[in-house]
């Protein structure tokens, strides 16, 4: 496609429940990012993906948050058991990934806008 | 680890009047910095950033930005804004070493440009 894609756009769920968030990254792009953009906050960082390469899990806040990569290009984000601290934007980002990502551009989804209630 | 501090959350200015947006980041490496734009209403989109080079970069619309390590800022500036020019501004930082990828971004900047 012309950029990526994520869906939903909205999500409002109740406390308690899973929600699975979708990233449709720019054809060719090995580098994959998950970020959460919580009100007042800059962008957290979540998790990143490169190519095959075993994922970065570092930036995921607790065992809720889970995501995987499938043929290497769509990305799902799933939250376990939301909570209301859940509730943030979740932006998903994709680079070329040709340096493994450093110092690329990134281009971002328009982003999920995650209510928990 | 590394860190950006971006103090003002908020600058009002009037159309046609300079602007700066600070940033200052804190890190025990080299770094890669960037300045990313989200105008109202859309994702995030790159503006400018320095790998390398000359400390002075500046984007297609009228923005630049001059990395200064003894300062360890990378403040973006502007010398005459324009009504679209109102959105949020975030500076981020990644270490320049290959194999690491992690970006941190500050907590933006909300420029609102006044008629």
């Known amino acids: 496609g012309a950029g990526v894609s994520q869906s939903p756009s909205n999500k409002v769920t109740e406390k308690g429940k899973d929600v699975e968030l979708r990233c449709d990254p720019i054809?060719?792009?090995?580098?994959l990012y998950w970020y959460r953009q919580s009100l007042g906050q800059g962008l957290e960082f979540l998790i990143y993906?490169?190519?095959?390469?075993?994922?970065?899990k570092s930036g995921l806040p607790s065992d809720r948050f889970s995501a995987e990569r499938t043929g290497g290009s769509v990305s799902t984000l799933t939250i376990q058991r939301t909570q209301q601290e859940d509730s943030a934007v979740y932006l998903c980002a994709s680079s070329r990934g040709g340096s493994g990502g450093v110092g690329e551009t990134q281009y971002f989804g328009p982003g999920t806008r995650l209510l928990v209630l | 680890a590394q860190s950006v501090t971006q103090l003002d959350s908020q600058v009002p200015v009037f159309e046609e009047a300079p602007v700066e947006l600070r940033c200052n980041y804190s890190s025990s490496v080299s770094v890669y910095l960037f300045w990313y734009v989200q105008y109202p209403n859309q994702g995030l989109q790159l503006l400018l950033k320095?790998?390398?080079?000359?400390?002075l970069v500046k984007s297609i619309n009228g923005f630049e930005a001059e990395f200064n390590k003894s300062q360890t800022s990378f403040h973006l500036r502007k010398p005459s804004v324009h009504i679209s020019d109102t959105a949020e501004y975030f500076c981020a930082v990644t270490p320049s070493a290959s194999g690491t990828y992690k970006y941190i971004f500050g907590t933006g900047t909300r420029l609102k440009v006044l008629a």
């Open positions: 993906f490169q190519g095959n390469s075993a994922p970065d």
């Open positions: 054809s060719g792009h090995t580098a």
């Open positions: 320095y790998l390398s080079g000359s400390t």
